[in-house]
């Protein structure tokens, strides 16, 4: 009540930006935005990289409402608390919920710097029994029993391969599943074994329990993971390092060796490089 009240915009559609991906929101177009701080009830943000802040405004014509900034359970808030901002998009009339966030991949097409469409995630917390919908059922939001077997809308999946295909981009795009897991640390490598084997492709710390409220409450949803790392065995990573200071080193007394011919000295390290 208290936003309707402070903004002229009845947005259709909300957007949960995730780390390092505000920006979207500064697209907008005429404006209204609050800090979580001035919104009454509304959860505190304690990451760095999410501002905090509820952007409303128009984007390509239609009016959106969006999330700089997102709650993580490992913040230490209750999972009511993260997905709260949710309820209060389907309170606002919006209709599609669109989730974006930062993850890690598992697949081996999944690089730095692709784009994944998610076509269904394991909410591990929820598995485990920490899920957003505990307690008793708030039936004007939806039924005891949600089905999850269709999470992320088919539609709007081809509908986004489509543009990227339209943009030129689709060899940095493709489905994938994505898991929720309780974070703050990353995966071990057996950790990160495991979960490839289970058949997921990207890991990361939010969005299943902000789409197991969403679906409960009938929002359409989309929701897409970009890729910032790529959790590797210890093995690998030493080898490209050691690759790494080898390529230096040489680089290093390829240098002074030219140096020291260059200054008509007789000695030479030219040995130490083919050692
Ligand atoms: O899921 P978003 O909010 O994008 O953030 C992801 O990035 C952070 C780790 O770098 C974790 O919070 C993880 O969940
Ligand atoms: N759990 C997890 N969350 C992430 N967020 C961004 N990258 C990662 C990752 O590798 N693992």
Redesign the pocket.
Known sequence: DWLLSQTKHRPQVAIICG?GLGMLADALKCQDAFHYTDIPGFPQSTVQGHAGRLVFGELKGKTCVCMQGRFHMYEGHSLCKTTFPVRVFKLLGVETLIVTN???SLADGLKPGDIMIIKDHVNFPGLGGFNPLNGPNDDKFGPRFPAMSACYNPGLRCLAMDIAKQQGVAELVQEGVYAA?G?PN??TIAEAKLMHRLGVDA???STAPEVVVAVHCGLRVFGISLI??K?RPFLSVFLDFYRALSREVVTMVTDINASIQGSGCSCSVSSLTSS
């Open positions: 780390s930062a993850a890690g897991v974070g990353f995966e890991v990361g710390m910032t790392n959790p």
